[in-house]
């Protein structure tokens, strides 16, 4: 039977004693009947577990829903690989992508953690990253044209935290005419309000930490890849003996949260709606980035390609750095710490925290000023979330 996305969130599974939900087996490895089966096993001929840094039942259930979720509608399910952090997954992707000497084309503002990534870890590798404003196409393009050492471009959007978003189908049109492959962070979004490879990427990743795990009880991540050739040989082996293994408890955690991803992203983008109107009247707050509000350079993008806006936002106080401190000191619901997509409103500062390793001009340049203040917009009833900005404005 061909089910919806929210019910591919809540449907379990067949499981060994008839459980009703997943089971967890944190088995470090598995036996084989007879050492023709192991053979067998290890070359390929049959299907089975060796080693839970290789694979693990618990994870690999987990998985299936994440590549059924990222690809559906598709003739073909992507592959899945869940990792120890949304970290791991993109250095596992580009490990196994790149080499020395090739570049990446991306741009601003990127997660915090992977403009690092891309400016120190792999730049160390001789591995570059080359930054393009994505709103002009054509500057894009011909640095395609002009630089034959790019080899992949990865693009994040709704991006962290300024929510500019990027074209998906647009970059996925240059990618196949110059023959690159396109990586999506597709965090913010998950796959139920957005589906790059729908959209023609290659990649999608996921820092599963956030909105499908739910709860802010475990960090992880996921590699979708459409190619599943590739993804069985070169991604494989390179997440297998990179050691990127996502662990079964968590897996668990995993899916239990998905169950409430539907129910929990239309609250938080019902209460980010309202949150955002409520900003953008006030007369202490200079701007309210949020793709919902009609006037925001990346309203019609995020239309186009996404099926609702999601519960992240930025805004800025007028009063600057000085009134950020002071606004997040006040809070009392409203919690103050990094991280993103848990059932409870967080509030962080991009400048001080979450993008403090990305020089301060690029920040300013590309809209992270110091005053900003992001948003996780919680699941708690919108009132109380706006008593709570109220008094403390
Ligand atoms: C968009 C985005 N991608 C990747 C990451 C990294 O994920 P993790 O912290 O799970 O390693 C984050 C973390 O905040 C993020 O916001």
């Known amino acids: 039977m061909k089910l919806s996305k929210e019910s591919i969130c809540v449907q379990s599974g067949h499981f060994p004693y008839q459980a009703h939900t997943l089971p967890i087996i944190p088995s470090s490895t598995y036996v084989f009947d007879s050492a023709e089966h192991g053979m067998d096993i290890f070359t390929n001929k049959q299907k089975g577990y060796i080693y839970s840094r290789f694979n693990n039942p618990t994870v690999d259930f987990a998985a299936e829903k994440i590549a059924a979720l990222e690809g559906f509608g ?143 009880t475990a960090v992880g991540g996921a590699v979708i890849g459409k190619d599943l050739e590739w993804m069985d040989t070169i991604f494989k082996k390179a997440f297998r003996l990179l050691g990127a293994a996502y662990n079964p408890f968590e897996a668990w955690l995993l899916v239990n949260g998905l169950k409430t991803l539907p129910l929990r992203l239309r609250q938080h983008t019902a209460n980010a709606k309202t949150l955002a109107e409520y900003l953008n009247k006030h007369p202490k707050i200079a701007t309210v980035n949020y793709l919902a509000l009609s006037d925001h350079p990346y309203h019609n993008i995020a239309k186009k390609q996404m099926e609702d806006f999601g519960g992240m936002l930025s805004f800025e106080l007028k009063g600057g750095f000085e009134a950020g401190t002071q606004f997040l000191n006040k809070l009392q619901l409203c919690v103050r710490a990094v991280s993103l997509g848990t059932c409870d409103t967080l509030v962080s500062h991009p400048a001080s925290m979450t993008h403090i390793g990305v020089p301060r001009e690029d920040r300013i340049k590309y809209g992270i000023s110091d005053g900003l203040i992001r948003l996780s917009v919680g699941i708690e009833n919108i009132q109380d979330i706006l008593a709570d900005f109220e008094q403390a404005l």
């Open 74 to 216: 598709m003739d073909q399910l992507p592959a899945c690989y869940l990792t120890s952090s949304g970290m791991s997954a993109l250095s596992t992707l580009f490990l196994a992508l790149l080499k020395p000497g090739d570049k990446i084309l991306s741009h601003f503002s990127l997660y915090g953690g992977t403009d690092e990534l891309f400016h120190r870890t792999l730049k160390a590798l001789n591995i570059e990253t080359v930054i393009v404003d994505f709103d002009d196409l054509n500057a894009v393009e011909a640095t395609l044209k002009n630089d034959k050492a790019i080899a992949h471009i990865h693009i994040e959007t709704p991006a962290n935290p300024t929510l500019r978003c990027v074209d998906i189908q647009a970059i996925a049109n240059l990618a196949k005419q110059y023959q690159k492959k396109l990586s999506v962070d597709n965090t913010f979004a998950t796959p139920l309000l957005q589906q790059p490879l729908l959209l023609g990427a290659d990649f999608v990743i996921h820092s599963i930490t956030k909105y499908l795990n739910g709860h802010g």
